[in-house]
């Protein structure tokens, strides 16, 4: 039941710590111990020498969210793809490549048909990265390491992503320390539940900058490396739910086109956590502020210089491994709230179904 609150996605945003608790509960050993995902999981990911991510929707996106940790912790090539593109398409694997399939329900039916189609192509074996344990996905795959985030009955997927992000930490980790690599990435991601916890009571914050996007049409995201996609989910979260046609960017790409369409009437928002790529944000959103945009940013204090023309929302320090994680918080409660202003109906947004199992 919903409980004491409005709607079952705000409860589902809210139960993120203990998901999320839960999801790295008894994986993560406070030792130098391997961690415990399974044996056939583990399996899959000592063969795998290059990595085929496969899904859908928030899925995709938290599938692309792990390509950069792929490829930058464990130096492994990873590609990601959209299901429903890789079925119709010739595409051959390299050696040993694995392919991880995402899927909250596991019943995803172009999920399904990729997973069939990579297995007839010589991919190397599938794991599945899923919420439910009896699903079509977790009985096709070779491994399955399940998400654990309870039912999500919300449209919006929420506590779905960002377990899958954990569960996806968690096989990078994985595969970085059979690479050597010895680092307090565990540490981080044990913190994750409190530094969630944080967030959520920032939540009456967040609510206050909902009235700036309920009377708008469009809305950008703007972030950078491992938070484009990130970027990419707000503005999904944002559409599914208010009906505000919005777009995710990788900030670089706004003089390429997007800033064409920058005005008084666009509001543009940007997460900027403190990493390399702060600098290189910075310019662009001055670019956006110098063309009379609204611009909304989520950053450490001191992140960018605010002053007119920006509503700064700060963040607490983090690690950067689970940044990515904490960043999207914000723009799930943002969605939340405008969709809630706007009074559609958030849990059941329309022509939307909670799993697709047609084509
Ligand atoms: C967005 C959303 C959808 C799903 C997509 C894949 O909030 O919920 O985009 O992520 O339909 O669903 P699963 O993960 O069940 O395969």
């Given amino acids: 039941s919903r409980g004491e609150y409005r709607h079952y ?8 710590p203990m998901a999320l608790g839960r999801t790295l509960q008894g994986r993560l050993p406070l030792d130098d111990a391997p961690l415990a995902l399974g044996e056939k999981t583990m399996s899959l990911l000592a063969n795998a020498r290059a990595i085929r991510i496969l899904a859908c929707g ?12 792929f490829e930058s912790l464990c130096r492994l090539p990873c ?10 398409r010739d595409s051959y694997p390299m050696p040993n ?3 991880i399939a995402i899927s909250q329900s596991g019943e995803t039916a172009d999920t399904l048909a990729a997973v069939h189609d990579a297995r007839e192509r010589g991919f190397d074996g599938v794991l599945a990265i899923c919420n439910v344990d009896e699903s079509s996905l977790a009985r096709a795959a070779d491994a399955v390491l399940l998400t654990r985030a309870g039912p999500e009955i919300g449209v919006a997927s929420t506590k779905a992503f960002t377990t899958q992000l954990a569960a996806l930490a968690l096989t990078v980790l994985a595969l970085a320390e059979r690479e050597g690599v010895r680092s307090d990435m565990r540490q981080a991601l044990l913190r994750l539940p409190t530094q969630v916890e944080e967030i959520l009571a920032m939540d009456s914050a967040i609510e206050e900058l909902a009235a700036a996007f309920a009377d708008k049409h469009h809305a950008l995201f703007l972030g950078r490396g491992v938070h484009y996609p990130i970027a990419l ?3 999904l979260k944002l559409k599914e739910i208010s009906y505000i046609h919005a777009e995710g960017y990788p900030a670089g790409e706004l003089k390429h086109g997007p800033l064409a369409l920058v005005n008084e009437e666009m509001p543009v928002v940007a997460v900027a956590p403190n990493d ?15 063309r009379g945009g609204q611009l909304f940013v989520f950053g450490e204090d001191g992140a960018v210089d605010h002053g007119g023309g920006m509503r700064f929302h700060s963040m607490p320090a983090c690690h950067p491994f689970i940044s990515p994680i904490l960043y999207v ?5 943002l969605s939340y709230h ?7 109906d958030v849990d059941r947004p329309r022509n939307l179904a909670k799993s697709v199992t047609v084509e």
């Fill in 233 to 235: 989910e707000g503005a």
């Fill in 58 to 69: 928030t899925s995709y996106h938290a599938g692309l969210t792990a390509a950069y940790w």
């Fill in 329 to 333: 918080l914000p723009l799930q409660m």
């Fill in 338 to 344: 405008v969709a809630v202003l706007k009074g559609t």
């Fill in 97 to 99: 490549e694995l392919v």
């Fill in 79 to 88: 590609r990601v793809e959209v299901a429903s593109e890789f079925r119709y």
């Fill in 9 to 16: 996605m705000q409860k589902e945003i809210f139960e993120q």
């Fill in 276 to 290: 390399s790529l702060l600098e290189k944000l910075r310019s662009n959103l001055e670019e956006v502020r110098a």
